[in-house]
């Protein structure tokens, strides 16, 4: 079935620095891609979202592309701060189902 | 405009009862999910709906099921728990395909 993957393990940066997590997809079809960030205690919130091929969704200085060539939409931000800090998941709809990467911790220091 | 309510927040159950988590919505959202949400393990689809009377399993359905009567209600049924079902429980709902999708708070369940 349709799925998502993200690279692994938490990611730790500085105040400032440039972010990038990845996130590759498998699906039938031309699923629309979304991440989803998650604050401690708390239900996942939209961030961004893409619906086709080279569309660009962008939203608090984070940006993703959909990139269907490499079935990736990974996520940027280009100078972080520490109320980034969250666990962020990349989604996919397909199928009738939304379906999710495993996320990532994201620990801004500052 | 409440979004998605879930209840109760919180539960500890002992192993072998049962219980139900509530889910409803007031934005007349067609498709509806439950998720589980395991330390380190994303988000496991349990069971999800596409409109009322409609259900289907998703990655990890055993030990639970789901009904869907209504549009705005889609209950997730727990029989005789076990503690690999202790977890946090999310409920979502939203029109579909390039739309946004609406979480509740979660349920956090531990079986004792």
């Known amino acids: 079935g349709d799925s998502v993957t993200q690279m692994e393990g938490p990611v730790t940066l500085s105040e400032e620095a440039f972010l990038t997590i990845n996130c590759t997809y498998t699906a039938t079809g031309y699923p629309s891609l979304f991440w989803y960030v998650q604050y401690p205690g708390e239900g996942l919130q939209l961030l961004l979202k893409a619906t086709k091929a080279d569309d660009k969704g962008s939203n608090k200085g984070f940006e993703a592309t959909y990139r269907k060539e490499t079935t990736s939409f990974h996520l940027e931000k280009g100078s972080v701060q520490v109320s980034d800090s969250a666990v962020y998941f990349c989604a996919l709809f397909g199928n009738n189902r939304l379906a999710f990467g495993k996320g990532n911790q994201v620990v801004v220091i500052p | 405009n409440a979004g998605v309510t879930q209840t109760p927040k919180f539960r500890i159950l002992k192993i072998g009862q049962s219980m139900t988590l509530q889910c409803t919505q007031d934005m007349n959202h067609n498709y509806m999910y439950w998720y589980r949400q395991d330390p380190g393990m994303g988000l496991k689809l349990i069971y999800y709906?596409?409109?009322?009377?409609?259900?289907d399993k998703g990655e990890v359905p055993n030990g639970y099921n789901v009904s869907r009567s209504t549009t705005e209600d889609f209950p997730l049924r727990l029989e005789l728990v076990a503690p690999s079902q202790t977890s946090v429980y999310f409920c979502a709902s939203t029109w579909g395909v390039d739309t946004e999708a609406f979480f509740g708070q979660g349920t956090r369940l531990t079986v004792v």
């Open positions: 709906s596409v409109g009322a009377g409609i259900t």
